[in-house]
């Protein structure tokens, strides 16, 4: 019925109040470290898994035109945010399947400089080198040709070039002087232009339309294979500031039909500004919530005894009880026997009279007030507040007789 502990000596919990706070540290710690990374794990991906995109260093990626364009101050950007991909500046596609749905892509670079690079190399991630890759064959030309079908059906084919040197436009800027890779992939098919071709006439670079897409036929003019050669490196720039639009401010390598997009968050979106000030906010008022919660202002208050000691609380207990039971109502004429019985006694009233005499002999006592009239109005209360001043009468009337 009380906290009275059962033991000897200070009590002690199962842990030490240090060891619980580092365990607490340790799972805020955790926990807020899930979030973050949960939030930016799209872009802490490394892109290094052997493929054919601008986050790729394997000798079919294009991280090497990527990193030079940069070192050159051209602004390259590699973009994972779809919506990103509305910029005038020129954006460069570099689909590895046919099976990659290109339709929305298409439709919002429609009339803004776009280079599509077609697949070329099937290769296998190398398990001694990450993000290198070894070499299995050449792509069949059905996954080249299906990338841009069926809206543009190209027809590519596989030549032997030898590494002779491609043949551009006369109005095209001197500088694009490539040798042909070896194997050579060039295309063909309606509304292509051709830009860059082999001395045989087999298309390289092609616009297509009259609109300004371009395809690129052979990818290693651009890959970290042709980024080998310095004369192919500096041809590959002077391309992709060609095929840029006038203005532009740098260019875009898409990586979203690599498998490397991401659409926006609202949890990243609570880490950047403005944002970041309502989150810090927030953590340091649970951090002080948490603080108030647990540290305690001096001893710890020992709770009351649910029952108490002495005469006070018995009396309280049975008026709580009598007060549950409802029987207030029948307190009255008890209250008038027990003054009766008491009086009784102390004055000596004769054994032999007996109720209403009994009550006649109490009433011819000396008082301003006499026991008849006062018992029954003690008998015919109800309220609980004129049975207290009924009692507290008859109390005072007894005292009167008494002192």
């Given amino acids: 019925m009380s906290?009275?502990?059962?033991?000897?000596?200070?009590?002690?919990?199962?842990?030490?109040?240090?060891?619980?706070?580092?365990?607490?540290?340790?799972?805020?710690?955790?926990?807020?470290?899930?979030?973050?990374?949960g939030a930016y794990a799209p872009e802490?991906?490394?892109?290094?898994?052997?493929?054919?995109?601008?986050?790729?260093?394997?000798?079919?990626?294009?991280?090497?035109?990527?990193?030079?364009a940069g070192a050159t101050g051209r602004n390259p950007q590699v973009v994972r945010n779809p919506n990103a991909l509305s910029?005038?500046?020129?954006?460069?596609?570099t689909p590895e399947r046919a099976a990659t749905d290109m339709t929305k892509v298409l439709a919002l670079r429609r009339v803004k400089p776009t280079l599509v690079v077609l697949p070329k190399w099937s290769t296998t991630p190398d398990p001694r080198h990450s993000g290198w890759v070894n070499y299995v064959a050449l792509l069949p030309v059905r996954e080249p040709m299906g990338v841009l079908a069926p809206q543009y059906p190209l027809k590519?084919?596989?030549?032997?070039?030898?590494?002779?040197?491609?043949?551009?436009?006369?109005?095209?800027?001197?500088?694009?002087?490539?040798?042909?890779?070896?194997?050579?992939?060039?295309?063909?098919?309606?509304?292509?232009?051709?830009l860059l071709s082999d001395a045989a006439g087999h298309v390289v670079l092609a616009q297509i339309g009259q609109g300004p897409l371009y395809v690129l036929a052979d990818p290693d003019l651009l890959s970290n294979i042709g980024m080998r050669d310095a004369a192919q490196a500096?041809?590959?720039?002077?391309?992709?500031?060609?095929?840029?639009?006038?203005?532009?401010?740098?260019?875009?390598?898409?990586?979203?039909?690599?498998?490397?997009?991401?659409?926006?968050?609202?949890?990243?979106l609570a880490f950047d500004p403005p944002f970041l000030a309502m989150t810090l906010t927030l953590a340091a008022a649970l951090l002080l919530a948490g603080i108030q919660a647990t540290a305690r202002f001096g001893p710890p208050r020992r709770r009351p005894r649910a029952i108490a000691f002495g005469k006070t609380a018995l009396i309280d207990n049975a008026a709580a009880l009598v007060r549950k039971a409802?029987?207030?109502?029948?307190?009255?004429?008890?209250?008038?026997?027990?003054?009766?019985?008491?009086a009784?006694?102390?004055?000596?009233?004769p054994t032999r009279l007996r109720d209403g005499a009994r009550d006649g002999y109490l009433d011819g006592l000396a008082g301003r007030a006499r026991f008849s009239t006062l018992a029954e109005d003690a008998r015919s209360a109800r309220h609980p507040g004129d049975m207290l001043a009924a009692a507290q009468a008859l109390h005072h009337w007894l005292w009167e007789k008494t002192r």
């Avoid at 059962?6 to 926990?31: N, S």
């Avoid at 986050?55 to 035109?65: E, K, Q």
């Fill in 3 to 37: 906290d009275v502990p059962v033991t000897d000596g200070e009590m002690r919990g199962a842990f030490d109040v240090r060891t619980v706070a580092i365990l607490i540290a340790v799972g805020i710690v955790a926990f807020l470290g899930m979030v973050v990374l």
């Fill in 44 to 68: 802490l991906r490394s892109g290094r898994n052997g493929g054919a995109h601008a986050l790729s260093t394997a000798a079919t990626g294009f991280s090497g035109i990527v990193t030079l």
């Fill in 87 to 93: 910029t005038e500046n020129l954006v460069v596609l």
């Fill in 156 to 194: 590519v084919t596989r030549y032997r070039s030898g590494g002779r040197p491609l043949v551009a436009l006369p109005w095209m800027p001197p500088s694009l002087r490539f040798a042909a890779p070896r194997p050579l992939y060039t295309l063909a098919g309606p509304g292509v232009r051709p």
């Fill in 234 to 268: 500096r041809a590959a720039l002077d391309l992709l500031d060609w095929l840029n639009s006038t203005g532009a401010d740098g260019i875009v390598f898409d990586v979203t039909l690599n498998g490397f997009g991401r659409s926006p968050s609202p949890l990243k």
């Fill in 326 to 342: 409802g029987r207030q109502g029948g307190l009255g004429e008890r209250y008038v026997q027990v003054v009766r019985d008491r």
């Fill in 344 to 349: 009784v006694g102390v004055f000596g009233v």
